[in-house]
């Protein structure tokens, strides 16, 4: 079974930067390599949003919000996903979630920050991140 653990998340000064891991476990050897990944987040009584996504080719999708301050990356031999993330603002609090998306169904596209055409998705429980001005 796949299991999903994020780490990285604390409190900074708005302006300041953090990065995020999800380190996974339960893959085979390559298949880890095939799942297309990416960042969710969520704020107290908000619906969860995604945040960026890299597909298994490597392709990446950001949402506006954070387009030029965050990065999205992977390690396929580590089998972890990262988030650099820079200049950040109070309004990117939030609870951060890793998600892989697994077992493609049909044309696998990396599209408005989220994995699309696949049939699985694995979530971890999350890590808090707190920006304050």
């Known amino acids: 079974q796949v299991q999903l653990m994020e780490f990285g998340g604390e409190s900074v000064q708005a302006g300041g930067s953090l990065r995020l891991s999800c380190v996974t476990s339960?893959?085979?050897?390559?298949?880890?390599?095939?799942?297309?990944v990416g960042w969710f987040r969520q704020a107290p009584g908000k619906e969860r949003e995604a945040v960026a996504a890299?597909?298994?080719?490597?392709?990446?999708s950001y949402t506006d919000y954070v387009k030029g301050r965050f990065t999205i990356s992977r390690d396929n031999d580590k089998k972890t996903l990262y988030l650099e993330m820079n200049n950040l603002k109070p309004e990117d609090s939030a609870m951060y979630y890793c998600?892989?998306?697994?077992?493609?169904?049909?044309?696998?596209?990396?599209?408005?920050?989220?994995?699309?055409?696949?049939?699985?998705?694995?979530w971890g429980e999350g890590t808090l991140v707190t920006v304050s001005s």
């Open positions: 998600q892989a998306s697994a077992n493609v169904v049909s044309f696998p596209v990396v599209e408005g920050a989220q994995c699309h055409g696949y049939e699985r998705t694995y």
């Open positions: 339960g893959y085979t050897d390559t298949s880890y390599s095939r799942d297309c």
């Open positions: 890299i597909g298994s080719g490597g392709t990446k």
